[in-house]
Structure formats: structure tokens, C-alpha cells
């Protein structure tokens, strides 16, 4: 677990947060910076992964679940938000709508889900490199390979099509971000249950 910064790409999210409850799940938390940085903003935080967090305390009230995003453990509407940050974009694309639809469908109406992915113009983190396996999904070069051989990067268009059924658009932008010492170029989309 990781000691989260004074600043965050959440905390222009935290009014909606706060809106929708305190609830939140941290899908593919990897070392919990955003987890961590939620439970020191008060939010009562489960954050999951398929590989244990390191062994430092959380800052926080945390709950850590071992689970995979293909196959997540939670029962529908159980939480007020979820937030899933560069974890559901190493999938292919079928299982990648069912991810995305079912992380959705922990959120409760009225609830929110927010999403990091890989953006289509992301050159120093594999897009366009090595085998295409299928439009915008690649097995990336071993030097380019973190957490996943398979790498999706999607386009405006992949990011409007993922948003699950009976959710709204609230924010959907292109951010440029840092890495592994590299620029990375990101999607940042927010959207509602109805
Ligand atoms: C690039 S890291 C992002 C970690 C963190 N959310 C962040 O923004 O710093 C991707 C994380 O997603 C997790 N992940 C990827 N696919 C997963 C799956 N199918 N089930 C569970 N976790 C998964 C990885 O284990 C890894 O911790």
C-alpha cells in the first residue's frame, strides 16, 4: 500500500464522490495510491485486485479483496461509486463490454464510475506496437509489458462504446499523464446510472 500524495486525478471528482455516497470500490487498485487517497478523504474504500497489494498499512479504513475484474465478488448496486484506473484495458473486446458492464453493474442509481484507459495515441506504453490481435488490442513487446502482454488502447469512440447500458455521460476527456518515467496518453471518462 502506498501513502497517497497531497494530490490526486480524483480530486476534481470528489464533489460528484461525495454526492454519491461513500461507498466507493477501487476496481484493479494495484498499489492503492487512489484507494488511499479516497479513505484519507473519508470514503469507506474496498479496493480489489488478482495480485496482493504490498504489506505497508493503509491510510484508511480499506478493505482489500483478492478478485479478478472478469469475475468480481460483489453483489449488484453495492456501491455508491467505483473508480477502475488503467485496469480494465487488457482485455479483448468481448470480454472487454462485459468488464465494463459489470463493473457497472455494482454501481447503485444515482451512482457513478469512473475510468482511466489507455488512449489510441499512447506510443511509449505499446499502442501501435507488435502483434494486433484485434483493432486497437495488441500483444505488446516484452519491454512495453506491464501487468498484461495484451494491451488495449482505445479510440474516443472504443470509450463511448464501453459505457454500459443505463449509464449517462458526465465527463469524458484526453489526459496526459506520466508512467514509468514515459508521457502516457489517457482516457478519463465519468459517467452516472440513471
Ligand atoms: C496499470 S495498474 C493500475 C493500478 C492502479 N489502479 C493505478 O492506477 O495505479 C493495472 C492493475 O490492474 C490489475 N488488473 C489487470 N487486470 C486485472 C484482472 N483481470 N483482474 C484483477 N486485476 C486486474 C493489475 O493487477 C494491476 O494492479
Not at 471528482?13 to 494495484?30: I, K, N, S, T, Y
Not at 491510510?59 to 468480481?72: E, H, I, K, R, W
Not at 468488464?99 to 455494482?106: H, I, K, N, P, Y
Not at 494491451?151 to 470509450?159: H, L, M, Q
Request: hydrophobic fraction near 40%; proline fraction near 9%; charge should be neutral.
Amino acid at each position: 500500500m502506498t501513502t497517497p500524495g497531497p494530490e490526486s486525478w480524483l480530486r476534481p471528482f470528489l464533489p460528484r464522490f461525495r454526492e454519491a455516497g461513500p461507498r466507493v470500490l477501487d476496481a484493479g487498485c494495484g498499489p492503492g495510491v487512489d484507494a488511499a487517497f479516497l479513505a484519507a478523504e473519508g470514503f469507506d474504500v474496498t479496493a480489489c485486485d488478482r495480485h496482493c497489494p504490498p504489506s505497508a498499512p493503509w491510510t484508511g479504513p480499506v478493505a482489500y479483496v483478492f478478485a479478478d475484474l472478469c469475475a468480481l465478488p460483489f453483489r449488484p448496486a453495492s456501491f455508491d461509486a467505483v473508480v477502475a484506473s488503467l485496469s480494465l484495458h487488457y482485455l479483448p473486446w468481448s470480454a472487454t463490454l462485459a468488464a465494463f458492464r459489470d463493473s457497472g453493474e455494482l454501481v447503485r442509481p444515482g451512482g457513478c464510475f469512473l475510468f482511466r484507459v489507455n488512449a489510441s495515441d499512447d506510443v511509449h506504453h505499446g499502442a501501435g506496437q507488435g502483434e494486433q490481435l484485434e483493432p486497437g488490442f495488441f500483444r505488446v513487446p516484452t519491454a512495453m509489458v506491464s501487468h498484461s502482454q495484451t494491451k488495449r488502447f482505445f479510440t474516443e469512440a472504443d470509450v463511448r462504446a464501453v459505457i454500459p447500458t443505463g449509464f449517462r455521460l458526465e465527463h469524458l476527456a484526453h489526459r496526459a499523464i506520466r508512467r514509468y518515467q514515459q508521457p502516457k496518453q489517457v482516457w478519463e471518462c465519468l459517467v452516472t446510472r440513471d
